[in-house]
């Protein structure tokens, strides 16, 4: 697991570096030059006549310190100052005045008529909070009209570093260096566009400035996979836990099928699916291993829906149900009367976003998965609105409604009530085509199903459904990427694990 920092963040933990630590703000400047520096020779950028445009904040302190660092390894370099005019922070101040020491020249406009191999901006760092405009906003278009290799410093000028949004304009990079820790507004749409490829350096920050204050985001990664239930040798289906999957409706079975594969996949050992009787032949016979319990679609038998409903340890309700008065029925009877943790996706929370009060009523531990639009019918708020504070969406409804929310956009957000929230960085866009959520509310419910809590569960599964969907798209393209492919995703990514533990003979294949 690695951390994602916000500027508030950020700026705490540098603090706290320079305060406790006694590490002096130049010090860490000058290992940002030297990273800076390290990341350009890494990437092979020319560097024959580089551009230098530097703001009044640190992150211009720390843009003249690169600027000096290739002036004297002998590289051309030009460096502007954005604004003459503006307050100079006193590390800003100090180094443009060790650069000018050296002989090296700080103009105050853009130069005009040279073409440039590299341009590297350090006008804003992580703390803006404003729109770019006037003579800034002048600057930044004049840089992104130049060609040559772009690089910003920590975060593209013009980026929010807690969302992603532009402000108003913004620096287009080819590459960012980024500093201790990667930002949140250079993962998130749509700041990771103008971010291009990200590099994380060290510069003497890390978690031991965190103290009692850790990063509210985290982002799982494949160290993360040895948290997967383990099938030891003595075992029966019954041990790696009973999955109800309630989905489907009259000729839509694909949802069901989906999400019980996925969950078999996962290493879940028992799954059964109730869905309408017009389901059963075609379920029986593309998933064999599912238990298969059907219902009148136009009046389901609510006992025989409570029979099922304890006979579970985790229940997935909602792919493809639809939203008829039986489906409604059906979602009332499953948190009324369940036990055990229960995901709700799809349909299901169309249903409950009628009525939002339902959650605030008792309930077992809730997990529910919307998309940008079933979140805006959830919540009452636009789809842009809530692409644009994914974070905080999706860590006020579960606070409010006190339910794990997987707000599943291009970077799913997996938020706990009052404990971490994550930021899932697997998967592609091929992983964008219909089916594709059904298989998650699977993966998840399976591996609850084995015996995981469901805060552990639920980011694992988002992820491990990423890690599927980037094997995939090997083989499958991303173009060509279905939800019918992730199940054998699911299969690799596993397979691969355990071979790396040693628990199948490496020569085995699926």
């Not at 499953?334 to 009628?354: C, E, G, R, T, W």
Request: hydrophobic letters at 40%; charged letters at 20%.
């Amino acid at each position: 697991m690695r951390y994602i920092v916000n500027s508030r963040e950020m700026k705490s933990y540098d603090k706290n570096t320079m305060e406790i630590y006694h590490v002096p703000s130049v010090v860490l400047m000058e290992r940002a030059a030297l990273a800076v520096t390290e990341a350009l020779m890494e990437k092979k950028v020319v560097l024959d006549n580089v551009l230098v445009v530097c703001g009044s904040g640190n992150n211009g302190g720390d843009g003249y310190a690169v600027a000096r660092l290739l002036m004297l390894a002998g590289y051309s370099v030009d460096v502007v100052m954005a604004d003459a005019k503006a307050k100079e922070t006193e590390e800003n101040r100090l180094q443009r005045e060790i650069l000018q020491a050296y002989g090296g020249q700080v103009l105050e406009k853009m130069p005009e008529g040279t073409n440039y191999t590299a341009i590297i901006d350090a006008v804003f760092g992580v703390g803006l909070s404003r729109n770019v405009e006037g003579k800034y906003a002048d600057i930044i278009a004049q840089m992104n009209a130049l060609s040559g290799v772009k690089i910003a410093l920590d975060i593209p000028s013009g980026i929010s570093a807690d969302s992603g949004a532009v402000m108003k304009t913004a620096f287009r990079a080819d590459l960012t260096v980024t500093f201790a820790f990667e930002k949140i507004g250079s993962i998130l749409w749509p700041g990771n566009e103008y971010a291009g490829e990200v590099i994380v350096k060290d510069i003497g920050i890390d978690e031991r400035s965190f103290f009692e204050h850790k990063p509210m985001l985290a982002a799982l990664d494949d160290n993360d996979l040895n948290r997967l239930p383990v099938h030891e040798s003595h075992s029966n289906k019954g041990t790696f836990g009973r999955l109800l999957v309630i989905a489907g409706s009259v000729g839509m079975s694909g949802a069901a099928y989906l999400s019980a594969k996925a969950a078999y996949c996962s290493g879940c050992g028992l799954v059964r699916i109730v869905t309408p009787e017009e389901n059963r032949t075609v379920l029986q016979t593309q998933l064999p291993e599912a238990i298969i319990t059907v219902y009148n679609a136009k009046k389901p038998d609510i006992t025989q829906m409570i029979e099922a409903i304890g006979w579970a340890d985790i229940i997935v309700c909602g792919p493809g149900i639809g939203t008829s008065d039986a489906a409604k029925s059906i979602v009332n009877a499953v948190l009324k009367n369940s036990a055990v943790p229960v995901l709700m996706d799809a349909d299901a929370l169309n249903i409950i976003a009628q009525d939002t009060n339902i959650l605030l009523k008792p309930h077992t531990e809730l997990v529910v998965t919307p998309h940008l639009g079933e979140m805006s019918r959830l919540c009452g708020d636009t789809v842009a609105y809530i692409q644009n504070h994914l974070i905080d969406v999706a860590e006020e409804f579960a606070r409010q409604y006190n339910v794990i929310c997987v707000l599943k956009d291009e970077h799913t957000i997996t938020s706990v009530p009052y404990r971490q929230t994550y930021l899932n960085l697997s998967g592609n866009s091929g992983m964008a085509t219909a089916g594709s959520g059904d298989v998650l509310s699977g993966v998840i419910g399976g591996l609850m199903a084995q015996g995981m809590p469901a805060e552990d569960a639920t980011p694992l599964g988002v992820y491990l459904h990423g890690k599927a969907g980037d094997v995939m798209q090997n083989c499958c393209s991303r173009s060509g990427l279905m939800a019918s492919d992730l199940p054998e995703g699911l299969r690799l990514v596993l397979c691969e694990r355990e071979k790396q533990k040693g628990m199948v003979n490496k020569n085995e294949a699926i």
